[in-house]
C-alpha cells in the first residue's frame, strides 16, 4: 500500500514570497491533516479535513495560511506571503477507522521542509 | 503548563537496555494515547496505541496509561541501535485532534 505523498521535499524560498506544498493521502483515508513542525518541537495541527470539508483550522494563521482539498483527495497549503519564523517542517497526514477500533490510525507523509530567509 | 510534556533528552543508552519514555498531561479529557517514532529527516510513524488504563505490549514495546496520574510510558526492551530515534506521545480526545508532545531523542549505542 503506498502512504502518503508530499512534494516537494525541499523548499527555500525568501521572506514576503508566496509557497505551495501538496499532499496525496493513503487511498480511502477520508481525514487528512496539515501540521507544522518546527525543530525540537513535536506537530503541531494548522488544520484537518474530513473529506473536503474542515474539522478544525483553529491554529491555522489565515491572515497568510490558507489550504484545500478539493474532491476530498489531494490537497494543498499555500503560505503567502511567508515570514521567517515559517520555517519548519510542514507534515502531512491522513487517517482511518480499523474495523472495532474506537480510534484512528494515522499515517504521516515525509513532509516538506521550507526555508524562508 | 502545557498540555502535553515530554522530556526532549537526549537519551543515550547502551545496547540491550531496557529504555523508558514518558509523558504527562493535564487534561482528563484525553482518551487516545499514541507513541510515535520518528527518525531524523522523515515523518512519524505509529508506533502502538491505545485507549485504557493498563498496559499493551507489541513485541520488543509496551505502552502503559496511568489516567488517575495522567501518566503514559513506553517501554523498550533489548533496545537496538536501530531503535535511535525521536519518540513523540500523542493524545486525543474524542474527536481524534491528537495533541503531540515535543519528544524524546533516544539514542542506543553499541
Known amino acids: 500500500e503506498a502512504g502518503v505523498a508530499q512534494s516537494p521535499r525541499y523548499k527555500i524560498i525568501e521572506k514576503r514570497q508566496s509557497v505551495a506544498f501538496w499532499c496525496n493521502p493513503i487511498?480511502?483515508?477520508?481525514?487528512l491533516y496539515w501540521y507544522q513542525q518546527i525543530l525540537g518541537q513535536g506537530p503541531k495541527l494548522l488544520i484537518q479535513?474530513?473529506?473536503?470539508?474542515?474539522?478544525?483550522d483553529s491554529q491555522l494563521p489565515k491572515d497568510r495560511f490558507s489550504a484545500e482539498r478539493l474532491k476530498g483527495v489531494d490537497s494543498t497549503l499555500k503560505i503567502q506571503p511567508a515570514k521567517l519564523e515559517d520555517s519548519a517542517v510542514y507534515l502531512c497526514?491522513?487517517?482511518?477507522?480499523?474495523?472495532?477500533?474506537?480510534?484512528?490510525?494515522?499515517?504521516f507523509g515525509p513532509g516538506t521542509r521550507l526555508t524562508v530567509t | 503548563q502545557k498540555e502535553v510534556e515530554q522530556d526532549p533528552g537526549p537519551l543515550s543508552v547502551p545496547e540491550g537496555a531496557i529504555v523508558s519514555l514518558n509523558c504527562t498531561y493535564s487534561?482528563?479529557?484525553?482518551?487516545?494515547f499514541m507513541w510515535y517514532r520518528q527518525y531524523s529527516r522523515k515523518g512519524p510513524e505509529l508506533l502502538m496505541y491505545?485507549?485504557?488504563?493498563g498496559n499493551k505490549e507489541d513485541g520488543r514495546f509496551t505502552a502503559q496509561v496511568d489516567k488517575s496520574s495522567k501518566y503514559i510510558s513506553l517501554f523498550i526492551r533489548d533496545s537496538q541501535p536501530s531503535d535511535s530515534a525521536t519518540y513523540l506521545c500523542?493524545?486525543?480526545?474524542?474527536?481524534?485532534?491528537?495533541?503531540f508532545g515535543r519528544g524524546t531523542s533516544l539514542i542506543v549505542h553499541p
Open positions: 497526514a491522513s487517517s482511518y477507522r480499523p474495523r472495532d477500533s474506537p480510534s484512528y490510525e494515522q499515517y
Open positions: 487511498s480511502g483515508h477520508a481525514t
Open positions: 479535513f474530513q473529506n473536503n470539508g474542515v474539522v478544525d
Open positions: 487534561n482528563s479529557a484525553f482518551q487516545y
Open positions: 491505545t485507549y485504557s488504563s
Open positions: 500523542a493524545l486525543s480526545g474524542g474527536s481524534y485532534i491528537p495533541t
